[in-house]
């Protein structure tokens, strides 16, 4: 059973930086399509950013030019790099996997880790 775990959230100051990291189990996860999405207070989940399992990458235009997706094979793991941190950026941040030519295997998400970006 694959299981994606979320961790790096936390609370930073406008203008900050930060990382978060998604960590999943299993050993087919350089055959998964890896997103990190978002979902403020009275807002709908929205997609923040994407990586295929060739490394090509799409982003949200409020995120592009500030935010990094990233992805370690080796250690089953994806990444965003947050910069230039703005107070709307402010949601739970959730990590989804998902296999483009196995649909059996679903969408998984990970419980999701809070950021909030405030003074």
């Known amino acids: 059973q694959v299981q994606v775990v979320e961790s790096g959230g936390g609370l930073v100051q406008p203008g900050g930086s930060l990382r978060l990291s998604c960590a999943a189990s299993g050993s087919i996860f350089s055959l998964m399509t890896m997103g990190w999405y978002r979902q403020a207070p009275g807002n709908q989940r929205e997609l923040v950013a994407a990586i295929t399992t060739g490394g090509s990458t799409n982003y949200a235009d409020s995120v592009k030019g500030r935010f990094t997706i990233t992805r370690d094979n080796a250690k089953n793991t994806v990444y965003l790099q947050m910069n230039s941190l703005k107070p709307e950026d402010t949601a739970v941040y959730y990590c989804?996997?998902?296999?483009?030519?196995?649909?059996?295997?679903?969408?998984?998400w990970g419980q999701g880790t809070q950021v909030t970006v405030s003074s």
């Open positions: 989804n996997a998902k296999i483009a030519t196995m649909p059996s295997f679903g969408t998984r």
